[in-house]
């Protein structure tokens, strides 16, 4: 007897979003569980990014069902996303040169120990959340200046795992890294899903994007254009699916569940 599988970590269906004259979104569907990476991909204007700030509370959608572990919830705002254990690492990464490491995946959450700072207790933490990530930063009070632009992308990653998040948004986190950059980001990719953790990466890189995705969802012009397995699909499907040369049907029965970990 096959045993029932668990809801999604997070679930969104006929997902509408217009912005004045201009339908950004119209009827989008997606879904992603804990252990899975699902990639989200698309041309320009395909409304990747609404979608990604729908599930961050920063935008609410016109119509539309969203659902946490299968119980429909509204994501009113950031608070709220936050709440529901929605993280999400946008491509300005929003942190700070002037400060450390620590410091940076502290901002505004510090530890305290009465009125004073527990500098031991976020250090620690903050070593703990980039092993588990096995990242390369050399010491945790490294000010943000000083590292490469991979290195940035990890702390604004391990950032997120300080409120433990059921999900992981990720916006073109590799764009405009180096090779060794790039591979360094997406071994934290593997090491989210590797954690338990349902993540949905946002990319217009094909290689990076079938080298970590379980599943590849495509937006075309707000609208759902294809879903395939990560490890079947050709690069040249899933070009025609978000160039239109092609509408490729739903390859449902690809999505039993991601990758073993």
Known sequence: MKRAQAAPALSLAGIDKSFG???????????????????????NAAGKSTLAKIIAGV??????????????VT????AAAHALGIASVFQDLALCDNLDV??????????????????????????RILRSLTSRIPSVRTPLAGL????RQSVAIARTLLGEPRVVVLDEPTASLS??????????????????????????????????????EVLRHGRNNG????????YEEIIAA????????????????????
């Open 179 to 216: 090779v060794s950059q790039t591979a360094e980001v997406l071994m934290h990719v593997e090491r989210l899903r590797e954690l338990g953790h349902a993540v949905i990466l946002i990319s217009h890189n094909m290689t990076d994007v079938r080298a970590v995705a379980d599943r590849i």
């Open 21 to 43: 004259h201009v339908q950004a979104l119209s009827e989008v569907s997606l879904e992603v569980r804990a252990h899975e990476v699902v990639a989200l991909v698309g041309d």
């Open 102 to 127: 620590v410091q940076n995946l502290y901002l505004g959450r510090e530890l305290r120990r009465g009125l004073r700072l527990d500098d031991e207790a976020m250090e620690d933490e903050a070593r």
């Open 59 to 72: 935008l609410q959608p016109d119509a539309g069902i969203i659902e946490s572990d299968g119980v429909p």
């Open 75 to 78: 994501i009113a705002n950031p």
């Open 242 to 261: 978000i160039t239109g040369a092609s509408a490729p049907p739903r390859h449902d029965a690809l999505r039993d569940g991601p990758r073993s970990a």
């Open 227 to 234: 879903s395939f397995s990560g490890a079947d699909v050709g």
């Open 148 to 151: 490469s632009a991979g290195q």
